[in-house]
């Protein structure tokens, strides 16, 4: 004879269990936030750039990512960038930070703007967690000339010959000059001795006879 209420006892426990089993979801798994790409190199005329953030996973919270700037270029002189943090919404994967060149006329060396992941939230930090943006510039060495090629003046009066610059310079600019003509150095005039350096970002300078 079977024993009814051992066999309900039985029945019991395997539905409780089998509602335990299916019933319970997945612990939730974090994801990795990381820059899609570790660099780039743009021209000074590239205008706005779009550098991109990719979880690897989506997930049901809002995650936030910090970051800093770093890098030779000055950031209001040479590029803007959006705000920190950026944002991706639950169920989302990917974030922009919007970084806009500004294309000046100053001659200079090739900077970087480096972007540098900070500690994100209902996120894991990966790698790359920096973006360097190489900025190459796009304006030629500056032209140097007088800005008066002629110009008299009594004797008794010192006077100025003008050095200009065509467009500013980031680097020190050296100008190597000669002197002829009638009129003696050293008896009928005295000079500044060649060469002469016109300092970084000036575009004038003014040659003392």
Do not use: W
Not at 18 to 33: H, K, M, R
Not at 163 to 176: A, G, N
Not at 181 to 186: L, M
């Amino acid at each position: 004879m079977v024993n009814c209420s051992a066999l309900s006892a039985i029945t019991r426990r395997t539905i409780i269990k089998d509602v335990a089993i299916e019933g319970t979801p997945p612990s939730p798994v974090t994801p990795t936030i990381a820059f899609v790409e570790s660099g780039q190199t743009v021209d000074e005329s590239a205008g706005e750039i779009r550098v991109l953030l990719q979880l690897t996973a989506a997930t049901d919270k809002t995650v936030s990512i910090p970051f800093s700037l770093d890098g030779t270029a000055l950031p209001g002189d040479d590029y803007t960038v959006s705000s920190s943090p950026v944002v991706i919404l639950p169920g989302y994967t990917t974030a922009e930070i919007v970084v806009k060149i500004i294309d000046d006329d100053i001659d200079e060396d090739s900077e970087d703007a480096v972007l540098i992941m900070g500690s994100p939230s209902n996120a894991i930090k990966g790698i790359p967690f920096s973006h360097i943006i190489k900025i190459e510039d796009n304006d030629d060495p500056p032209e140097v000339s007088f800005l008066i090629p002629d110009q008299s003046f009594p004797e008794d009066v010192d006077n100025l010959a003008l050095l200009r610059l065509s467009h500013p310079s980031s680097k020190d600019i050296t100008v190597d000059f000669d002197t002829s003509g009638i009129a003696q150095r050293g008896v009928d005039y005295t000079i500044l001795s060649s060469p002469i350096t016109i300092p970084a970002l000036d575009t004038t300078f003014p040659i003392v006879v």
